[in-house]
């Protein structure tokens, strides 16, 4: 079937270090999307990426770091500068990027990794 | 700036009678509006989209949504609640430029579904 897979779905990382969250995706989509979810404030994006080899800060990038190797990948890295890390993290997919005056936006989610700072 | 509001946190409704749960909007040009739907511990599933055409419509698991251009709302309704239903719903409207899909959630509304 296709779909979006995140790995690993639970994580707890000590203080200090970095830790990369796994997110593969079948559906041949070209676009990707790192949101972390905190209670009560919904979804922020991290991080995108709309074609392989390139990404683009989203509106809480700092702490975080992305690659875009292959369109099939796109695997997130928290790192120790990340000031508070603990939250539910989650990697979306969509068809194609909108080209102007085309196409809907729909994104299909990953079940999320929940990582958890000790 | 595009951005959305859910202005309850949480919407509790008998098993059978009809829910609404709202959303207001603000975008620049043509709002491209979602809803998600969120069951715990797992990802976002969509629900329904509005991009153009008729104000009601319709989506997944008997939902449907009316958009109002003159309110700037985008309300989600169902006819008659499941206590299956209770989840947490995200409205969504997409970002600010017309070549990126990436979407601006609100902060998401509990349902709770009574017997």
């Known amino acids: 079937d296709g779909g979006i897979t995140q790995s690993p779905k639970y994580l707890f990382r000590k203080e200090g270090q970095n830790v990369t969250l796994s997110c593969e995706q079948n559906?041949?989509?070209?676009?990707m999307y790192w949101y972390r979810q905190d209670p009560g404030q919904g979804l922020r994006l991290i991080y995108y990426?709309?074609?392989?080899?390139?990404?683009q800060k989203g509106d809480i990038a700092e702490g975080y770091s992305v690659s875009r190797e292959k369109k099939e990948s796109f695997p997130l890295t928290v790192t120790s500068a990340q000031k508070n890390p603990t939250a539910f993290y989650l990697c979306?997919?969509?068809?194609?990027?909108?080209?102007?005056?085309?196409?809907?936006?729909?994104?299909?989610f990953g079940e999320g990794s929940r990582l958890t700072v000790l | 700036a595009q951005s959305v509001a859910q202005p309850e946190d949480q919407v509790n409704v008998a098993e059978g009678n009809p829910l609404t749960v709202k959303c207001t909007y603000s975008v620049s040009g043509n709002p491209y509006l979602f809803w998600y739907v969120q069951y715990p511990n797992r990802g976002l599933q969509f629900l329904l989209k509005?991009?153009?055409?008729?104000?009601l419509v319709k989506g997944s698991y008997g939902f449907e949504a009316e958009f109002n251009k003159s309110q700037t709302s985008f309300h989600l309704k169902k006819p008659s609640a499941l206590v299956s239903d209770s989840a947490l719903y995200f409205c969504a409207v997409r970002g600010p430029t017309y070549n990126t899909d990436k979407l601006i959630f609100g902060t998401g509304t509990r349902l709770q579904v009574f017997p």
């Open positions: 559906l041949n989509h070209d676009a």
């Open positions: 509005y991009i153009t055409g008729d104000n």
């Open positions: 990426s709309q074609i392989v080899n390139d990404f």
């Open positions: 979306a997919s969509s068809i194609p990027p909108l080209r102007q005056g085309a196409g809907n936006g729909e994104l299909f």
